[in-house]
Nanobody, 124 residues
Framework: QVQLEESGGGLVQPGASLRLSCIASGPNFSRAAMAWFRQTPGSQREFVAASAWASGPANDAVAVKGRFTLSRDNAGNSLYLQMGSLRAEGTAVYYC?????????????????WGQGTRVDVAS
């Protein structure tokens, strides 16, 4: 059973930075694809960023360009989202997702595994 665990959320002021972490554990899950989505009450889960180890960082997909960046470990089971210059609209629950196929996808239905989420609040 693959498990994804997010951490790093919290309350920050507008303009601040925050780093979210997602650690994957479980058998047979390595060097596949992992992603971040976010969701606010009453809205659908929204794609934030994704990475597939086999494709390399040049093929990472990041929806919030210029302020959000991805990084990952070489072991293929950790994904980090560095968020800079946060704005109020960045307030959401951020979910980590994983899939067995090593191809970046932006739709929630393409992901097989989900974490419980970590909450980010951007407020003065």
């Amino acid at each position: 059973q693959v498990q994804l665990e997010e951490s790093g959320g919290g309350l920050v002021q507008p303009g601040a930075s925050l780093r979210l972490s997602c650690i994957a554990s479980g058998p047979n899950f390595s060097r596949a694809a992992m992603a971040w989505f976010r969701q606010t009450p009453g809205s659908q889960r929204e794609f934030v960023a994704a990475s597939a180890w086999a494709s390399g960082p040049a093929n990472d997909a990041v929806a919030v360009k210029g302020r959000f960046t991805l990084s990952r470990d070489n072991a293929g089971n950790s994904l980090y989202l560095q968020m800079g210059s946060l704005r109020a609209e960045g307030t959401a629950v951020y979910y980590c997702a994983g899939r067995d196929l090593p191809v970046v996808q932006v739709h929630t239905r393409r992901y097989d595994y989900w974490g419980q989420g970590t909450r980010v609040d951007v407020a003065s």
